[in-house]
């Protein structure tokens, strides 16, 4: 019975073999002429696909100055051309996988007919799919149908119609291509396991070597691993990948290219694979390290966000992107950041982030964590992007105090040297909600009224403080008592936008994305949507004592916008592009634009010049490092002490710190004024002036005065200086 069977698997594998012949090289008519038709233009268009869809690439992400700090890839591949090939890997590879390679013409007729006869009779089966035709199912499968299971299975199915298009191709690729053409392409196309692909990038993986250099013995692994490269994996079954590895020793003493007694002491070597696991650079951001994985993150977010590209366009492009990263002072904001808050302190995280002002770009050159960029969480390390994401950490405090004043500015409420109120209790008579007891005075007369009180003793300043006094030392009743001029908080919560919160105002209130389809109102609007339009709603009146969930790198960029005249320009990590040709990509970036007056943003500048100085909230942490420059600056600290911002900035650099809860615990932040205090506790005590503030000024002291002159701050305009003017 068992003969029969082999009788007539050989007569089917004789029909196809006349089959084959017949597609490829007569034509036909009738019916089957249209299917010839047909196959013909699969061919083409599978030829046209090889010749049109590049393999995938690593992409390269570099510092400010091209040197690389990641790799982002799906394929590791490192391409080579026909010339970085040695001997010993061509023949390594052509004695074991086609041993007629440099005779035949991409189908080897002889090697199908052993194989059917082999198949056949009982035998071991034998593949009979020269080099020419593998390296045309390989590219179908790890290049033209990679995210494609159904072009893949077809690519892979053992079939007439397959292996008909396949020797096809291969016969049209002989055409085309020179030997050396095809060996090359096949061995940039093959995979080696472990998302290692092409000779070039298993040399350095397995070897650390380059393809030129391999000795014979490395060659011989290589070439015995595209067979089955997980089966003969050497971490794993060394003892498979070394009998592998002398079959093909072996072959190539039967193809005349090795001698009997160099293959036997070949055999004889241990494997030499780089100990442990491949020598390849991890396949995302997790390479650009502890310190730089973050701005890398932000790299690849941006670029899939507001660039225009796609995961896969990234990960397999061969793109190299300059980043606009500044190592020297990343690396000074994450000194800064970790030197505040530990990185294994439980439950607080402590970020810094740095923009360059311009009115054309702003460059963001530094994002910091007092956390390190990876995935072990003992190790006090995350993947959230905790300097750039919109997160629910409590809020900015009074940061959002700047967006009232620059609202009161543009709407004629009041300048910088106007007179504000600063009474301990506050009754808003336009906002409702919120305690239904003031603080020291009582319930309010209408008990719906909004009623809010300050985080300390101001009577030193409520005689003759103005806007620019209080900007400086943050009492919250001036500022609420400023909404209600304005008449609501939607004029605060568009100047929050226009100077930068672009994404913040974006996100729904639990800082999460906005989803038209969810249930509650909070996750189907906006911040500014429900915010605004409902501005005279309970509680709303807070807005400018910065509740809401926030992006510390927008933050930080709304101090940009103030020193670039009021211009703003989204914050980039991208200094620019270049395809694996070399040749500029472009990226798609929002256009700068003028988001208030030049005057104003001047004008504003100016009101928030006194953070730093004597009874500002921020001049304990600008005394220790004896800071000596004129800066704009604004503290913020949030109800319950469970998070606290500083922003600021000087003509050369703004930014922004935040210090909040991250991941659970129980009460607020505490920080007892040292470097290194701080953690959570029941009752916190932390304020925009600590930790954020020393982490600011740490960071900005040894970064500026390396490089960059004492520069002034611009003029205000006598348009939005108010009353009291000098």
């Excluded at 439980?346 to 910091?368: Q, W």
């Excluded at 969480?377 to 994401?389: D, F, N, R, S, V």
């Amino acid at each position: 019975m068992r003969k029969a069977d082999g009788l007539f698997k050989l007569i089917g594998l004789c029909l196809l073999a006349g089959v084959l012949v017949a597609g490829m090289l007569f034509p036909v008519v009738g019916a089957a002429g249209v299917m010839s038709n047909q196959a013909s233009e699969t061919v083409e268009k599978t030829s046209s696909d090889l010749a049109d869809i590049p393999p995938p690439l690593v992409t390269t992400v570099t510092d400010s100055t091209g040197k690389p700090i990641a790799t982002l890839y799906d394929q590791y591949r490192l391409p080579i051309n026909e010339n970085q090939i040695n001997e010993a890997m061509k023949w390594a590879l052509v004695s074991v996988e086609d041993k007629r390679f440099y005779d035949h013409h991409g189908v080897d007729w002889q090697g199908t007919l052993r194989a059917a006869v082999s198949n056949s009779t009982g035998a071991d089966t034998q593949g009979a799919s020269t080099l020419t035709q593998q390296y045309v199912k390989n590219y179908l499968i790890n290049v033209v149908y990679r995210n494609d299971e159904v072009g893949q299975k077809k690519a892979q199915e053992q079939s007439i119609a397959r292996k008909l298009k396949e020797a096809r191709i291969a016969i049209q690729l002989e055409t085309k291509l020179t030997k050396q053409q095809i060996l090359a392409g096949y061995l940039n196309i093959v995979e080696f396991s472990r998302q290692i692909y092409g000779v070039g990038a298993a040399a350095h993986a397995y070897f650390n070597t380059t393809p030129e250099k391999l000795t014979v013995p490395q060659a011989a692994l290589l070439a015995g691993l595209v067979n089955n490269p997980i089966n003969n994996d050497p971490w794993k079954h060394a003892d498979k990948a070394t009998a592998r590895r002398n079959l093909v020793l072996d072959r190539m003493v039967e193809n005349k290219k090795l001698a009997k007694a160099d293959a036997d002491r070949f055999k004889a070597e241990p494997l030499g694979v780089v100990p442990d696991f491949p020598a390849k650079p991890p396949a995302n951001c997790i390479g650009a390290g502890p310190e730089s994985g973050f701005f890398c993150q932000y790299v690849e977010d941006y670029l899939l966000k507001a660039g225009g590209m796609t995961k896969d366009q990234l990960y397999t492009g061969g793109y190299t992107i300059k980043s606009t990263l500044d190592e020297r002072a990343n690396h000074e904001a994450k000194v800064s950041a970790e030197t505040q808050v530990g990185k294994t302190q439980k439950y607080v995280a402590n970020t810094l982030s740095l923009i360059r002002p311009g009115k054309d770009r702003h460059e963001v050159v530094a994002l910091a964590a007092n956390r390190d960029y990876g995935q072990d969480q003992e190790a006090g390390q995350t993947t959230y992007a905790l300097p750039t994401g919109v997160y629910n950490t409590g809020g900015a405090g009074s940061t959002y105090k700047i967006f009232t004043s620059a609202a009161a500015l543009e709407k004629g409420v009041a300048g910088i040297y106007s007179p504000v109120q600063v009474p301990d209790t506050y009754v808003s008579h336009v906002f409702t909600g919120g305690a239904k007891t003031c603080p020291k005075t009582g319930p309010p007369a209408n008990s719906n009224w909004y009623c809010v009180g300050n985080a300390g003793d101001y009577s030193r300043i409520a005689q003759g403080a103005n806007l620019q006094t209080a900007l400086a030392t943050s009492p919250n009743t001036a500022f609420v008592e400023l909404e209600d001029r304005l008449g609501s908080t939607a004029p605060g919560i568009d100047m929050a936008r226009r100077l930068g919160m672009r994404d913040t105002m974006a996100s729904n209130i639990g800082g999460g994305t906005v989803d038209p389809k969810a249930e509650s109102e909070a996750k189907r609007l906006s911040q500014a949507e429900y915010y605004g339009p409902r501005g005279n709603n309970p509680g709303f009146g807070a807005f400018t004592l910065g509740f809401s969930p926030l992006s510390g790198l927008e933050l930080g960029n709304v101090a940009a916008t103030i020193l670039s005249g009021g211009v703003w320009c989204p914050p980039t990590p991208i200094a620019g592009v270049t395809d694996r040709n070399g040749k500029p990509v472009p990226v798609k970036e929002a256009p700068c634009e003028q988001a208030v007056p030049e005057g104003l943003a001047n004008t504003l500048a100016v009101g928030m010049s006194k953070d730093d100085q004597t009874g500002g909230t921020s001049a304990g942490a600008a005394s220790a490092v004896k800071w000596d420059r004129p800066i704009i600056g604004k503290t913020g600290t949030t109800q319950g002490n469970v998070s606290a911002t500083f922003v600021g900035g000087t003509p050369q650099l703004a930014g922004a710190a935040m210090t909040f809860k991250f991941g659970g615990g129980q009460g607020g932040i505490c920080d007892g004024n040292a470097p290194g205090t701080v953690r959570v506790c029941p009752t916190g005590n932390i304020f925009g002036g600590k930790a954020p503030a020393r982490t600011w000024f740490g960071a900005m002291k040894n970064i500026l005065d390396a490089s960059q002159p004492v520069l002034p701050l611009p003029q205000p305009d006598p348009r939005y200086m108010g009353g009291g003017a000098r």
